[in-house]
Structures are given as structure tokens and as C-alpha cells.
């Protein structure tokens, strides 16, 4: 049995992963920049961003700089993030059977 609860895991915290001040400064550089989901706006929607994302993942060597970043909400971040990881997106299905995009 171990001491740890039921939602904690194994993965290293957010600074040992890279997002330490330097992320934290250029987030909110970005996101008062550009408060808008980059995607979103590709897509004519319109949609509060919250996330300043690597373009260049830094698992894939991006980089911690204001040019490697574009600001995305929860759902194109997640999108993006399995793409990256080579799985597959599975868009969430509305209660009338269409995809919700």
C-alpha cells in the first residue's frame, strides 16, 4: 500500500518539466498580448485562451522564448498535445450525434 491518494501520480512537477518563472512571465505576456485561442480564431470562433503553449514542444527540444509560444484554450491544447504525442483526438460527440468542433 502506498501513501499516496487515489488522484496523485508519478508525474514530475510543472518546474522540474520546464514551466518555471521564466514560462509563468511569458504566459502573461502572451495572454495579454493575444487573449484570444490562436485555433479558434483560424476557425472564426472566438475563445477566451488560457494557455500559453510551446509550438515546438520542449520534449521535442522548443524552447523557452516568446516566439515558440501561441496562446490556446483547454480544448485546442489538448488537441494538440495528443496530435504531438502521435494518438489520436477524438472530438467530443454533441447529444444530436454531430461532432462538437
Known amino acids: 500500500m502506498t501513501d499516496r491518494t487515489p488522484w496523485q501520480h508519478r508525474r514530475q512537477s510543472a518546474t522540474a518539466r520546464g514551466y518555471g518563472g521564466e514560462h509563468k512571465r511569458l504566459r502573461k505576456i502572451l495572454l495579454a498580448a493575444e487573449p484570444l485561442c490562436r485555433e479558434c480564431r483560424k476557425k472564426d470562433r472566438v475563445t477566451a485562451a488560457t494557455i500559453a503553449d510551446h509550438i515546438i514542444p520542449l520534449s521535442r527540444g522548443g524552447k523557452t522564448e516568446l516566439a515558440n ?32 468542433e
Do not use: H, V
Request: proline residues 12%.
Open 69 to 100: 509560444y501561441q496562446p490556446l484554450c483547454r480544448e485546442c491544447s489538448d488537441k494538440k498535445t495528443l496530435t504531438d504525442q502521435g494518438k489520436r483526438y477524438r472530438p467530443r460527440i454533441a447529444p444530436d450525434g454531430w461532432p462538437i
